[in-house]
């Protein structure tokens, strides 16, 4: 019995550990070349010479616009992910915690649901006629605002559900009170969810910072975000292998802080986000 | 605190709470998702044309969509590769999550917040990013895996750029992509079981795979059932890994509705078809997920009935 219970637990660990070793392995192959020379990635040499030139190439050359589809990937993904938490969180506390009518509900709630779930590209043609009309297409606010939109759902369920996790009787003793609706939620409901909006901005930030395919066709050469701009140094004819490395490593730095600092935010909002 | 104020002043301002805090979202959604639905549906009656930056509609009735069902080719070969993919993909994300959560959960396993961390990774790191990696892993002459396979002596492998094969290496890169979540959900699900129910089930079976079968799997089967749903409708909208693994190539082999729909509307300049395309597309997914959420609600009800 202990000598199966042993085995067991080898053969448990080599599989997921064998599952890590394969998300690793690849990760930091690729990474690994954003300190390689060109030479020595082409020729595959193992043990090669560290450089920094790939990220003074990328960031500092001139040619490179790397430095600002940073900053543009991270002043679209701060701005929308503000707005759609500020107003996920006001409304999912309304329709969390107050009576709402079944007509105003259900319209918000079930569209949500649906439009999370279509793809993204049945609804890029049209944003881009439509911001294309009123001569937005290209300016930040076309980005913005779409990513927020795009987002929504995923915000308003994950602040839905911390709200429904706080306990009635504090919301009936301050109606006892005479709180009016915004007391409750700017003394009540806001400091007590303070936590889940932090989680929940986390999460959408990532996202918008990650989007490809609304940034793909809204944004111009002056907006451009960093994952659209590493999408085309891979489609290059020559491609060049260090700086597309270094580009990649410097994109997934959120995504990374990210893990170690709030992993159990990420799987907590995964997960509420999934069962929804 | 209220003293003050009359109750009917009260009333008015609890009312403008309501409609305050519920139009932005309301507003969002209108604007620009419902708003979008019609506006392709209105477009793809229209041929469009681009003249010095000044479109040109012409109406020509439902011609397009006569020419999507009756003439288009590409598309539908998307559309077949879209429900082999999802087919393919989630078959292996679920039992390949399923058993390694069963395997943690029944024998534990070392350093679990680093594994957990690790397996985060390809969830939280831009797709792009992912097809970026992979693109160079296999690519044909420095890429990573013909590098392994020339050190044990074998033939490389064209992997995106033979048509027998790019589809299936398309696949295995979004398998690899999300069997983690898979797992996390699967380990979540089991770990939330009542050790007492399993304990006493216990006593009437023998052997772990009777286990398994009997017991685990028909406790586990709605967290199962919501998972393979929720991993069918997502997968449906694959688009940056194809975008830049293969563009659809070689030939249809790796084409998916999404990146038609892309290259009309964008490459191809073609509006009212790509509208056509989108409301086809559309439709057909919010059918599937009324129709999925449909069988889900039933389930329930019955399961509350009993």
């Known amino acids: ?276 | 605190m209220n003293t003050m104020i009359k109750p009917g002043v009260v009333i008015r301002r609890n009312k403008r709470w309501l409609v305050l805090s519920l139009a932005p979202v309301a507003v969002f959604f209108l604007v620009l998702s419902g708003f979008p639905v019609l506006n392709l549906l209105g477009l793809s009656f229209f041929d469009v044309e681009w003249r010095e930056g000044a479109a040109e509609f012409n109406y020509i009735g439902l011609e397009n969509y006569h020419r999507l069902f009756l003439e288009e080719t590409i598309y539908w070969a998307g559309v077949r590769n879209t429900l082999v993919f999802a087919v393919t993909v989630v078959t292996c994300q679920m039992v390949l999550g399923f058993s390694m959560a069963l395997a943690v959960k029944r024998a534990g396993s070392v350093g679990r917040t680093i594994l957990t961390g690790i397996f985060l990774l390809p969830i939280v790191i831009p797709p792009i990013v992912i097809g970026t990696m992979w693109r160079l892993v296999m690519g044909r002459e420095f890429g990573l895996a013909n590098t392994l396979l020339r050190w044990f002596g074998l033939n490389e492998v064209d992997w995106l750029g033979n048509p027998d094969i790019a589809l299936a290496s398309v696949m295995f890169v979004d398998i690899w992509h999300w069997t983690p979540f898979v797992f996390l959900l699967m380990l979540a699900g089991l770990e939330s079981l009542d050790e007492e129910v399993l304990d006493a089930a216990r006593l009437d079976v023998t052997g772990f795979w009777q286990e398994v079968r009997h017991i685990v799997l028909p406790l586990m089967l709605p967290t199962i059932l919501i998972t393979v749903i929720f991993r069918v409708i997502l997968s449906f909208k694959v688009f940056d890994e194809v975008y830049l693994l293969t563009s659809g190539g070689p030939g249809t082999a790796t084409e998916v509705v999404n990146f038609s729909i892309y290259r009309t509307f964008f490459r191809q300049d073609q509006v009212g078809y790509g509208s056509a395309m989108s409301v086809v597309t559309l439709f057909a997914i919010a059918l599937t997920i009324i129709l999925a959420r449909g069988v889900l609600a039933r389930r329930r009800n019955a399961e509350e009935a009993e």
Request: with cysteine; proline share 4%; hydrophobic share 55%.
């Open chain 1, 1 to 276: 019995m202990t000598l199966r219970r042993t085995s067991g637990r080898v053969a448990a660990n080599v599989l997921v550990w064998g599952y890590a070793a394969m998300i690793l392995l690849p990760t930091l192959w690729v990474l690994s070349n954003a300190f390689k020379y060109k030479i020595d990635i082409i020729t595959g040499a193992t043990l090669s010479p560290v450089t920094w030139s790939n990220f003074e190439q990328l960031l500092f050359s001139r040619q490179s616009q790397f430095l600002w589809n940073l900053l543009n990937s991270a002043f679209v993904a701060v701005s929308s992910t503000a707005i759609v938490i500020v107003i996920a969180t006001m409304a999912a506390f309304t329709l969390g915690r107050l009576r709402v009518p079944g007509w105003v509900r259900w319209p918000i709630l079930g569209w949500a649901l649906l439009f999370q779930m279509l793809p993204t590209l049945t609804f890029v043609g049209s944003w881009y006629v439509m911001w294309s009309a009123i001569g937005l297409h290209g300016t930040y606010i076309s980005v913005i605002l779409t990513h927020v939109v795009h987002n929504l759902p995923m915000g308003l369920f994950l602040m839905l559900s911390f709200m429904s996790a706080l306990p009635h009787e504090i919301f009936q003793a301050a109606r006892m009170d005479g709180c009016s609706n915004s007391q409750m939620f700017w003394r009540v409901a806001f400091p007590l969810v303070r936590g889940g909006m932090i989680a929940a901005t986390a999460l959408i930030f990532i996202f918008s910072w990650s989007d490809f395919a609304i940034a793909l066709t809204l944004t111009s050469p002056a907006t451009m975000t960093a994952p659209v701009a590493i999408a085309t140094f891979a489609q290059e004819y020559d491609i060049r292998y260090g700086e597309m490395a270094a580009g990649t490593l410097l994109s997934i730095v959120p995504a990374l802080i990210l893990i170690l600092v709030g992993q159990r935010f990420i799987v907590r909002g995964l997960l509420a986000g999934a069962v929804k």
